[in-house]
Antibody, heavy 120, light 108 residues
Framework: EVQLVESGGGLVQAGGSLTLSCAAS????????MTWVRQAPGKGLEWVSV???????DYADSVKGRFTIFRYSPKNTVSLLMNSLRPDDTALYYC??????????????WGQGTLVTVSS | SYVLTQPPSLSVAPGKTARITCGGN??????VHWYQQKPGQAPVLVIY???DRPSGIPKRFSGSNSGNTAALTISRVEAGDEADYHC???????????FGGGTKLTVL
């Protein structure tokens, strides 16, 4: 059974750092598009970052240069290191598995999310 | 970047049909996916590739996509369908996925 479990969220001051983790089961994080999507309070979904296979990670412009996505295959986890956090990074962060076929790309499994709150 | 426009809210009576739209420039040339998000829960994929249903999703859920509008249609709406619905496409110009702002479906 496919399962994604996030952890690591919390309250942090602006300028601080936090690392989120996503533990996957039922599939390999290396062979899939492991993605972070966030949702600010009362807002819609926003794609944040993706890591796939041996390829280069990719980031939304809003987090580029501040966030780093990485993988630890022995534990089948993917993590998001967030530096220089800002109040507008406050959101529920979801880990999701992406499925891609050319220009077709969707998310078939999601974790329950971990809340990040950045105080000013 | 590519913009997807959804109505913020939609209300429908039980047993009726709900049609949730997702507008975008020539969205018919893209593939649209839909997610259901119930209060306090993670999103769940309900439609992919415009009109395909994952296993476990009722046939009452269907999708269409043409011109500048994609739509998620829920037939015989039930109280349990009350949720936020988000559309999503791949933006080839930015090489990133893009979400609509979401539509809150209220069952009267």
């Amino acid at each position: 059974e496919v399962q994604l479990v996030e952890s690591g969220g919390g309250l942090v001051q602006a300028g601080g750092s936090l690392t989120l983790s996503c533990a996957a089961s039922g599939f390999s994080v290396f062979n899939n598009y492991m993605t972070w999507v966030r949702q600010a309070p009362g807002k819609g979904l926003e794609w944040v970052s993706v890591l796939y296979g041996g390829g280069s990670p990719d980031y939304a412009d809003s987090v580029k240069g501040r966030f780093t996505i990485f993988r630890y295959s022995p534990k089948n986890t993917v993590s998001l290191l967030m530096n220089s956090l800002r109040p507008d990074d406050t959101a529920l962060y979801y880990c999701a598995r992406g499925r891609r076929d050319g220009y077709n790309y969707f998310f078939d499994y999601w974790g329950q999310g971990t809340l990040v709150t950045v105080s000013s | 970047s590519y913009v997807l426009t959804q109505p913020p809210s939609l209300s429908v009576a039980p047993g009726k049909t709900a049609r949730i739209t997702c507008g975008g420039n020539d969205i018919g040339s893209k593939t649209v996916h839909w997610y259901q998000q119930k209060p306090g829960q993670a999103p769940v994929l309900v439609i992919y590739y415009d009109s395909d249903r994952p296993s476990g999703i009722p046939k009452r859920f269907s999708g269409s996509n043409s011109g500048n509008t994609a739509a998620l249609t829920i037939s015989r709406v039930e109280a349990g369908d009350e949720a936020d619905y988000h559309c999503q496409v791949w933006d080839s110009s930015s090489d990133h996925p893009v979400f609509g702002g979401g539509t809150k479906l209220t069952v009267l």
